[in-house]
């Protein structure tokens, strides 16, 4: 595996103000509407490919794309998923979202939206106090709700990738209605 390249906000800013980049948020398309980088574009994790840094950069791999998302994470997995593509001038933004907010940098703002890893404690919480009160109350075998919960949380830890927030960020509320992916990729 590749190592990411990364870049930190202020540096992405500097180049920013220098000359025009490519800047691509990985998040959802609501979480993108609640709060973005004014110079991004919202392409979700679960969409991105090759053909978006072709389009992107004329066909030119010389050119790097710029990813981010809300604290790093998810734009560390699409660098990679891109870099076993062939993609290999993709770049991190470190922080995030959340980092280039904190440092004053331009952003813009829409609906606010509850962010896909507060979804997923949300609806974790809730399958494993479910799971306890059906396996108390009604049968000891729904405690295997809670297990099962708790093992899914443990191999996302372990292995940071999260199968209920590739679930949650697929939901319709994750979404922006009446957009088509290429209007909805500027829109705030």
Known sequence: MAEVKTITPEALARLHSQQ??????VRTPAEFREVHATMARNIPLDKIGTDHIEELTNGSTAEPVYI????GNRSSRACQKLIEAGCLNVVSVEGGT??????????????????????VRIAAGFLVFTGAMLGMFVNPWF?????????????AGITDTCGMA???????????????QQQCQKAA
């Open 98 to 119: 959340k980092a280039w907010e904190a440092q004053g940098l331009p952003v813009e703002r829409g609906k606010k939206t509850i962010s896909l890893e507060r979804q």
């Open 68 to 71: 981010i998302c809300q604290s």
């Open 20 to 25: 025009d980049v490519a800047v691509i948020d």
């Open 143 to 155: 405690s295997g709700i809670s297990g099962f919960v708790g093992a899914g949380l443990m191999f």
């Open 166 to 180: 590739m679930v949650l960020a697929k939901m319709p509320w994750n979404q922006v209605a009446g957009c088509e």
